[in-house]
């Protein structure tokens, strides 16, 4: 199932030679020449009659030059088998815009939506900010999820702003709401030499700066942020250009256009465009830039049709791209502009949606992406985290508050210890405790391990010589839910990365859970699992001697644990 961007593919004029849309294609395209049986899933625009399922699946089947067939419900599975699906055909679920659930992420609805399914390949990267049930819900149920051709690229040049080598690098920012916005200046400010402002939000810094300017023009309830955003940029000495002259439009006639310096804003007079000192300035100040990032619109109260800032500015960029500098654009407007005015000569990135961009600003994971396999977190510098990244190393899966890990730690100063757990609070918890008591070889992951445990153990110079796995959440493990922590995917990943002879230690206090953790490890542990010491029954002891929180719990009331261990064999027995 191919979740693919309704705005890249589904769109009057269609340029394959765009890059978004030439990969978002490819993907479809690489996946019907490898003989995979796909169904597309997306949400598009219901008010007009060309953006009707059916209209949709000509316009696809035009794109791609291959045959859509249209499903005209995502409840199809329930009356046709997924064998029955041609594959010479791709098919197209109903408009996700129809289903309140597609919102909801409701895990039915995904549980439905994604039955019979494999493989799940989203490539809709303009949607990665958001919980659906087509991103995040469905990938609960298949065997591996995975980004499309498109989604990987724009994932890339996303990760490429948070890269500070090239100096000086300075970030424009436009538009409006900072009151939203401002954690994002934390993020820019730890990586820029400089700050340009060019919409609504320079008059909240122009403000904080002192700058006179019209009342109506202050957002009041951003008063607070818009002065910490100064400090911040003063205490990282990051210079900050705001605009010194307007274009303005008179209130009464809006025809009437006139200059005027920013500082100098007549009441009957409204801002509509940066004036030609401003730009001027902005472009003597980018002159000696190495990498520039551009997101929100040169936007104000108003706009006028005979004034053409952003259009100017973006001249600006295009001279700088064909001059080695690293420039990216951000937002719909700013895109549209530049795919208008750009030379040939200039290499320009660009992302369409800003809100993805504004969302990673701010230090936000992004649920899409953390769904799909290998998506976070990026690779690990473990030179940083343990003094000696050489030594063997132990992972413990739901590391829930730490306590087993972190006393671990401690009496086996010979190995390194990492923690994976979902829960970000308890991870910070942990790491506070890592550092309080200067532990050397102990670190904490906040991550669902099942998507990212071998994107992140693969990259460890060290062996792995332990996994443990305890007390996981009953309630996932129940026959019914398929969402559960212990995925085919997270076995198998274990099973590759451990080391020959390496040991696998699972428990419980509910001893339904043990067994079916036991059935999976053996069903999916390619031949190369044994039980350790012949386990005929569940191990009497905890064989580390250092109790997790639970099992104390568990055993203060005196009820049972089940125990038990694995150990990886050096060849291949027969199964």
């Known amino acids: 199932m191919v979740r693919f961007d309704s705005n890249i593919l589904v769109k009057k004029v269609c340029d394959k030679k765009n890059q978004s849309v030439s990969n978002a294609v490819y993907t479809i ?70 289903f309140k659930e597609e919102v909801a992420n409701c895990l039915e609805f995904a549980r439905i939506l994604s039955s019979g399914v494999d493989i799940f390949v989203n490539d809709s990267f303009s949607n990665c900010h958001k919980v659906l049930a087509s991103t995040v819900g469905v990938t609960r149920f298949c065997y591996a999820c995975i980004a499309g051709f498109h989604f990987e690229e724009r994932l890339n040049l996303l990760k490429n702003l948070a890269e500070a080598s090239r100096k000086p690098y300075v970030a424009i920012i436009g538009g409006g709401n900072l009151y939203d916005k401002a954690a994002s200046f934390q993020f820019l400010a730890s990586r820029c030499q400089g700050f340009v402002f060019v919409g609504m939000m320079s008059f909240q810094v122009m403000h904080a700066l002192g700058v006179s300017i019209p009342c109506d023009l202050v957002d009041r309830k951003a008063i607070n942020e818009a002065l910490d955003i100064v400090r911040l940029a003063q205490d990282r000495n990051v210079q900050i250009l705001y605009p010194k002259d307007f274009w303005c439009q008179k209130k009464c006639d809006p025809k009437q256009l006139q200059v005027f310096p920013s500082h100098g804003i007549l009441d009957d007079w409204v801002p509509v465009d940066l004036g030609p000192a401003s730009l001027d300035e902005i472009g003597s100040t980018l002159t000696n830039c190495k990498k520039i990032v551009w997101i929100g619109p040169v936007k104000f109260v108003n706009s006028s049709e005979y004034t053409n800032g952003a259009s100017k500015l973006t001249r600006i960029l295009d001279k700088l791209g064909q001059n080695n500098c690293e420039i990216t654009v951000v937002g719909a407007m700013a895109s549209k502009l530049v795919r208008q005015e750009k030379s040939s000569l200039s290499f320009i990135n660009i992302i369409e949606n800003a809100s993805v961009v504004w969302e990673f600003l701010k230090g936000r994971k992004l649920p899409g992406v953390m769904a799909v396999d290998r998506g976070y977190p990026s690779e690990i510098n473990w030179n940083s985290i343990y003094s000696d990244p050489a030594q063997s190393l132990v992972v413990d899966i739901g590391s829930g508050n730490g306590l087993f890990l972190l006393e671990m730690a401690r009496r086996r100063q010979d190995l390194n210890f990492l923690g994976l757990e979902i829960n970000e609070k308890l991870v910070l918890r942990c790491l506070d405790s890592i550092n309080q008591y200067d532990i050397k070889n102990g670190y904490f992951v906040a991550t669902n391990a099942t998507s990212t445990f071998r994107s992140i153990v693969s990259t460890y110079p060290g062996e792995l010589v332990l996994v443990s796995i305890q007390c996981p959440n009953p309630d996932f493990n129940k026959p019914e839910h398929r969402w559960r922590m212990l995925q085919r995917s997270l076995i198998e990943a274990i099973v590759d990365l451990l080391a020959p002879n390496g040991k696998i230690y699972l428990q419980s206090d509910v001893e339904a859970v043990t067994i079916r953790m036991k059935e999976q490890f053996l069903r999916y542990g390619k031949g190369k699992l044994d039980l350790e010491y012949g386990q005929s029954e569940w191990l009497e002891e905890n064989p580390f001697g250092v109790r997790s929180n639970w099992e104390k719990h568990v055993l203060e009331r005196q009820a049972p644990m089940y125990r038990m261990m694995f150990s990886k064999s050096s060849g291949i027995r027969e199964v």
Do not use: C, R
């Not at 009707?52 to 067939?69: K, N, R, Y």
């Not at 499903?71 to 996700?96: C, D, P, R, V, W």
């Open 29 to 98: 395209k690489y996946l019907h020449k490898a003989g995979a049986k796909i169904i597309l899933v997306s949400d598009w625009n219901m008010n007009t009659p060309e953006h009707h399922t059916d209209s949709v699946t000509d316009f696809l089947s035009e794109v791609l030059q291959i045959q859509i067939v249209p499903l005209h419900t995502i409840y199809f599975k329930k009356q046709a088998k997924m064998n029955s699906l041609e594959k010479e055909n791709i098919h197209l679920l109903g408009n996700l815009s129809n």
